[in-house]
Structure formats: C-alpha cells, structure tokens
C-alpha cells in the first residue's frame, strides 16, 4: 500500500482525488489543511493539520511518504492575481521542494500549467515553471501535469469558448496552440494523477500536456 502525501486536498481538484483513491482502498492518504479548514477534506483520510507556506509545520508527517503530491494554487487563476502567485504558488513550492529533498521523498506529483509560449497568463506560467524546476532539483522523480483549463462543477464558463477553439483547430497558424491549451476534464484530471501515481518515471522527470491528459 503506497503512503500518499497531499497539499491543496481541500480544493477543486484535490478533494476529488482524495475521494477517488479512498475508493480504490489501496492507498494511505495523509492530507495537509489548515487550522479550521480541516473540515473540508473528504472523509477517510488522515488530516494533517499545517500551512503549505511553512514546510516545519508539517515536515514530519511527510517521513516514508511514498508519493508527494503538490496541488497547491491560487484558485481560479487570472492577470489580477499576479501577486498572490508569487506569495502562494511559488513559496509553497519552495517549502514542499525543501521537505522533498530534506526527506529524500522518491516521486513527486506537481499541479503544473501548459508551457505553451504565448502572452497570455505568462506570470503564472513562469511560476509553474519555475516551481517545475526546484522540484527537479531536488532529485526525486517528477511527474508533472500541465493542464489549461479544467472543466468542472463551478468551472464550466469556458465551454462558451468551444467555437473558437474549433476555429483554432483549423488554422495552421493556431492548430498547435489550441491542441498544447485545450480544455480537459475534471474526470480527466482525475484519471492523469491515479495514472502518474502508479507509473513514476524511471528517472528524472515525465510531463502530461493537455493531449496527454485528454487521452484518459
């Protein structure tokens, strides 16, 4: 039985992962939540109660974890959040980086965004980016996935956009763009982190684009 570690568990994506390896039943789920929040994780696992922004507070509870997974984000991201990127998505993977290799923890999983090269939301890509890069270094095996968008209870305005991404998909020069930042699933999302859990690259680093993710 493979010990999972979770920060962001009590969030759009995480407590639906939670929920789904509980049901399997071959996983120990340790989740991270907050003083007061630890009412919003999904029942069965073990709460540890702690601040993704502060890795004494709960690296301990990390010893012999077998995957860590980092979901940690400013929810619904925009151009307006740039700040809270840099105090929320970047410190808290510098903290969870620094108990991965104070560790030595063998693979972790990382909430990434597609890498595409563009305008749009560049600060948040560069981040995630930069966030890739310090989990790299800390030697474990990394698994990174990088959605776009993810469709979902309470994120479902993106479907009005489907006819321009249709119209992306027929132009050469938009083709690449709409396929590397097309919109996944929930259910999608769900199916990529079981998968990347019980396939840990070999060595060094294995990377899920959005074609990737909509393949499950």
């Known amino acids: 039985m493979q010990t999972i ?13 939670i929920t789904a390896l ?7 789920i340790k989740a991270l939540a907050r003083k007061g929040s630890e009412h919003k994780l ?18 301990s509870a990390t010893q012999n974890t077998d995957v860590f ?13 740039i700040a809270a990127f840099e105090t929320i998505d970047l410190v808290s993977v510098q903290e969870a980086a620094a108990v991965i290799s104070d560790n030595h923890l063998p693979h972790v999983i990382y909430l990434s965004v597609s890498q595409y090269p563009g305008r749009i939301m560049k600060e948040y890509r560069a981040i995630r980016a930069t966030g890739e890069g310090l989990l ?7 698994s990174f996935i990088r959605p776009w968008y993810v469709l979902g209870p309470g994120h479902w305005w993106p479907v009005l956009l489907m006819p321009l991404y ?3 998909r027929l132009l050469p020069a938009t083709r690449e763009q709409s396929r590397q ?13 079981h998968f990347a859990i019980n396939h840990p690259p070999e060595n060094g680093v294995h990377i899920y684009n959005v074609p990737d993710i909509k393949a499950f």
């Open 22 to 28: 509980l049901q399997t039943g071959d996983y120990r």
């Open 166 to 168: 249709t119209l992306a």
């Open 42 to 59: 999904p029942p069965g696992c073990e709460v540890v109660i702690g601040d993704a922004l502060d890795a004494s507070s709960y690296a």
């Open 181 to 193: 930042q097309g919109l996944v699933t929930i259910k999608q999302m769900i199916r990529t982190l």
């Open 69 to 81: 997974i980092h979901l940690i984000g400013v929810p619904h991201p925009s151009p307006a959040k």
């Open 136 to 142: 790299q270094s800390t030697g474990a095996r990394c």
């Open 5 to 17: 570690f979770i920060t962001g568990g009590t969030g759009y994506i995480g407590s639906r992962l």
